[in-house]
């Protein structure tokens, strides 16, 4: 391999890293030697940016995706303290209460669609759950496959929403 590390690295040892990693032409592997959270962003970044200079992220495109092993805890880096953490992404903070006793907007200039979008997520988030729930159900009759069809149409009719507010 090329760089700064393979010199260092002998042959065996570097085919042992590709098979690993299934490196095949034209792939890289990278290392990243900080504390696992740092090299975690730092790895984050490199990815995008490559992704992004390489012309290998897909443009206009809207993908779902689904979280599993969201971290429970988090330490707080200001006071060391383990602390309970969520997926912003799923649930505004303050979760519903805050929806009905809050304006989303308050958060960011009221100008900026952002918290807009932050709710449509929201909705977006829930309306899968619900056919999540639909298609678990054992019960396949035209009422079941109606709704799923209309969880469906709305889930599109957000993501239209969604790309408008963000103009992507």
């Known amino acids: 391999g090329k ?3 393979a010199k260092f690295v002998p042959e065996d040892a570097q085919a042992a890293i590709r098979a690993a990693a299934g490196v095949g ?3 890289a592997v990278f290392f990243a ?3 696992p959270k740092q090299a975690a962003a730092f790895a984050g970044q490199v990815r995008t940016r490559l992704g992004d200079q390489l012309d290998l992220l897909e443009k206009d495109v ?3 995706c689904w979280t599993v092993d969201f971290p429970l805890y988090e330490r707080d880096e200001q006071t060391g303290e383990v602390e309970f953490s969520h997926n912003p992404f799923s649930m505004p903070q303050g979760g519903m209460a805050a929806l009905e006793t809050m304006d989303p907007l308050d958060i ?3 100008a900026n669609p952002l918290g807009k979008v932050e709710g449509l997520i929201d909705e977006i988030s829930r309306n899968m759950k619900e056919i999540e729930r639909l298609l678990d159900d054992d019960d396949t009759g035209e009422q079941n496959q109606s709704i799923q069809q209309n969880t469906l149409s709305r889930i599109d009719e957000l993501i239209t929403e969604v790309q408008r507010l963000t103009g992507t």
């Open 3 to 5: 760089g700064p590390i």
């Open 25 to 27: 032409p034209g792939d």
């Open 33 to 35: 030697c900080m504390n």
């Open 62 to 64: 809207f993908r779902f």
């Open 108 to 110: 960011l200039d009221s």
